[in-house]
């Protein structure tokens, strides 16, 4: 496949390139740490952040990106579903 933003300088600012499906869990950080957070299904998200900062972003509407470094997501206040880790 012919990739024309190949020789392009990657970045936080540039799109997500990889991702997988996050299971939430309080003792596992994440193999990666993300650039964003997809959440299909809406409701709470504890999230641990790469500075060790825990917090809970409350009632995430489904379909919502966050663009986000988040080192783990927490099952302890995660209500919502269909979470996609990417970086």
Known sequence: ?????????RSLTSPPENGTAVIP???TDLVHV????YVGGGGDLALRLLDG???????V????????RAARVLATGTT???IVGLW
């Not at 496949?1 to 300088?9: L, R, V, Y």
């Not at 993300?34 to 957070?37: G, K, L, V």
């Not at 509407?61 to 986000?68: E, F, N, Q, R, T």
């Open 80 to 82: 919502a579903t269909r």
């Open 61 to 68: 509407a489904a379909g919502s990106l966050l663009p986000i």
């Open 34 to 37: 993300t650039r964003a957070i």
């Open 25 to 27: 869990d309080n003792s």
């Open 53 to 59: 900062t825990d917090l809970v972003f409350a009632n």
């Open 1 to 9: 496949m012919n990739d024309i933003f190949d020789s392009h300088t």
